[in-house]
Nanobody, 120 residues
Framework: VQLQASGGGLVQAGGSLRLSCAAS????????MGWHRQAPGKQRELVAA???????NYADSVKGRFTISRDNAKNTLYLQMNTLKPDDTAVYYCSSGVVDYHGTYYWGSWGQGTQVTVSS
């Protein structure tokens, strides 16, 4: 499946954005989907993930502020980002893959990035 991320932009600190990731095919059977981000000079990090069963996992830095969801009918993954901080500035990527029994994710497909810039 091919993924296309959108929804990034420039927002002031404290504001909100919703990222979308449209898939070229059905996501109903995709085991896990996720959002990652990469800030300049830093490694890419997992921000949030959601399984086919609806279980979610968040990075500590975004817990309580970001919400990941998937709409299988629309073949779309979302990331609602509230109370944004300058530290959230990064390129955000969506992905699809699998998760094993131990909770380890294996990402197979990636969307292109969408830039999120939070001004102070």
């Amino acid at each position: 499946v091919q993924l296309q991320a959108s929804g990034g932009g420039l927002v002031q600190a404290g504001g909100s954005l919703r990222l979308s990731c449209a898939a070229s095919g059905s996501i109903a059977s995709i085991d896990a989907m996720g959002w990652h981000r990469q800030a300049p000079g830093k490694q890419r990090e997992l921000v949030a993930a959601i399984t086919v069963g609806g279980s979610t996992n968040y990075a500590d830095s975004v817990k309580g502020r970001f919400t990941i969801s998937r709409d299988n009918a629309k073949n779309t993954l979302y990331l609602q980002m509230n109370t944004l901080k300058p530290d959230d500035t990064a390129v955000y990527y969506c992905s699809s893959g699998v998760v094993d029994y131990h909770g380890t994710y294996y990402w197979g497909s990636w969307g292109q990035g969408t830039q999120v810039t939070v001004s102070s």
